[in-house]
């Protein structure tokens, strides 16, 4: 099993988003679908219309650079008071996420060293307002949603490499690393 460490599993971007609070309004008039994990009850889920995409210039740089299909551009609902397990995902080496809800008092967790009977440690990530963040979704990580709704903006990217799991987080540090060094390196 491979230890993960904090910068194993998330990275922040230094750019912020234009239209999350938009993209929140349209995701609470929608209905969710259920999706799966592993063939498991799972987190509700919707893609986001094209339009958002062309309104964001982030999100168009993701989708035009790295070649992201629309459809791996979903918005993902969690109910009130829930508790998303330890996985890893099944479809997908990386994903780039953003918080859509306000005062959120969820939280996304990442399992870190080694593996106890009752207790696991952990990294936290709280994430902040308007920030995306490119996400290891590799490592073992779970959610907690607070007392509202919980939605987030989540993008797919890459496929998931069984024996490497860093591949693919690593191939998109590195992108993001390379296209705002500028920003990174006043950090």
Same mark, same amino acid.
């Given at each position: 099993?491979?230890?993960?460490?904090?910068?194993?599993?998330?990275?922040?971007?230094?750019?912020? /988003?234009?239209?999350?609070?938009?993209?929140?309004?349209?995701? *609470?008039?929608?209905?969710? +679908?259920? &999706?799966?994990?592993?063939? #498991?009850?799972?987190?509700?889920?919707?893609?986001?219309?094209?339009?958002?995409?062309?309104?964001?210039?982030?999100?168009?740089?993701?989708?035009?650079?790295?070649?992201?299909?629309?459809?791996?551009?979903?918005?993902?609902?969690?109910?009130?008071?829930?508790?998303?397990?330890?996985? /890893?995902?099944?479809?997908?080496?990386?994903?780039?996420?953003? *918080?859509?809800?306000?005062? +959120?008092? &969820?939280?996304?967790?990442? #399992?870190?060293?080694?593996?106890?009977?009752?207790?696991?440690?952990?990294?936290?990530?709280?994430?902040?307002?308007?920030?995306?963040?490119?996400?290891?979704?590799?490592?073992?990580?779970?959610?907690?949603?607070?007392?509202?709704?919980?939605?987030?903006?989540?993008?797919?990217?890459?496929?998931?490499?069984?024996?490497?799991?860093?591949?693919?987080?690593?191939?998109?540090?590195?992108?993001?690393?390379?296209?705002?060094?500028?920003?990174?390196?006043?950090?």
């Amino acid at each position: 099993m491979t230890e993960f460490t904090s910068t194993d599993c998330y990275l922040p971007i230094p750019i912020k /988003s234009i239209n999350r609070s938009d993209i929140l309004l349209y995701a *609470m008039t929608q209905t969710f +679908s259920q &999706s799966g994990h592993n063939g #498991k009850y799972s987190f509700l889920q919707i893609e986001l219309p094209e339009s958002f995409i062309e309104q964001d210039t982030f999100l168009k740089f993701v989708r035009d650079e790295w070649n992201i299909k629309p459809a791996a551009f979903r918005i993902h609902k969690m109910d009130p008071n829930t508790y998303y397990v330890f996985h /890893s995902d099944s479809g997908r080496g990386a994903s780039i996420n953003m *918080m859509l809800s306000e005062g +959120s008092d &969820s939280i996304t967790y990442f #399992k870190a060293g080694e593996e106890h009977v009752l207790m696991y440690n952990i990294i936290p990530l709280v994430y902040e307002l308007d920030n995306y963040y490119l996400i290891n979704s590799q490592a073992p990580h779970g959610a907690i949603s607070g007392p509202r709704d919980r939605y987030l903006l989540s993008i797919s990217l890459g496929i998931k490499i069984v024996d490497q799991p860093m591949m693919v987080f690593n191939e998109y540090r590195s992108k993001l690393y390379s296209k705002y060094k500028e920003l990174y390196s006043k950090k």
